[in-house]
């Protein structure tokens, strides 16, 4: 029998990406998952499992294995608490197995509420198999039958495993008062914030930020929150960088997010981060900056803005 396996691609994606972290190694997961797909699509039977059911058995029970004696991936808030030092060293620590943002644009996935970084993040402290249960149930509405089929266990274990995950999750990483990155109102704070940054405006920028704004810059384990520490971090950044920033926008788990391209004398603007936001409520409650050289990578950004195209906001 014929079996179609590519039009599952994106989604099978997106459910390794939320039980690993990584959209690079959800990839790998993906293609691998297809290769056992079509070696075993013979021994397929339309009869006992629709194709989407069974490809995801093969998914869940690969992305097990990997994460099997592994350490979750974390962002750095989730590591202790906040520092008030806003010249304290940037020093990366490259041996944590950092929590990593999605490519939306890679992926005709839409906007997705549970694929917000927080909530992502905040599922990496599950068990793998409470995880996998919580995503196949919840997310993809596969029924307990049919979860426990695909991970070899019972419809009673299923709905104990999910049970337990819930509570886990209760009042943790609630995104429900997140507008989406679509959202005329996200878009309005996000060019302000644009505008300010350009314009190396820190009292502007400040402006827009909740009291408790959490800004947190994966792989350096340091993160910091409130208003007053946020910005006296953001000056210390144009202290030492420069000003003249270029921004660009895009999108990455379901939220807004900015591309920030350094000054570079002689070349124009280089490659620094990638910044996801989370806006509520009309301010920046979050933003994680990524700087990383593979989050760029995977989100195809190009290394530097040459000169002539470089076009400030306005």
Known sequence: MAVDLEPYRGELVAYCYRMLGSCHEAEDLVQETMLRAWQARDRYDHTRAS???WLYRIAANACLTALAGRARRPLPSGLGAPSNDPGAPLTPAFDIPWLQPFPDARFDLGVRADMRLALVAAMQLLPPRQRAVLVLREVLQFTAAEVATQLDTTVPAVNSALQRARAALAGVADVTEVAESDDAGVRAVIDRYVHAFEAADVPALVKLLADDA?????PVPLWYQGRRD???FISRVFETRGTGWAMRRLTANGQPALAAYAPAPGVGHRMHTLQVFTVTGGQVAGNVVFAD???FRVFGLPEQI???DFRPAR
């Open 51 to 53: 194709v989407r059911t």
């Open 306 to 308: 040459p000169p002539d």
């Open 230 to 232: 946020y910005g006296r």
């Open 214 to 218: 959490v800004l947190e810059m994966p």
């Open 293 to 295: 050289p593979a989050v």
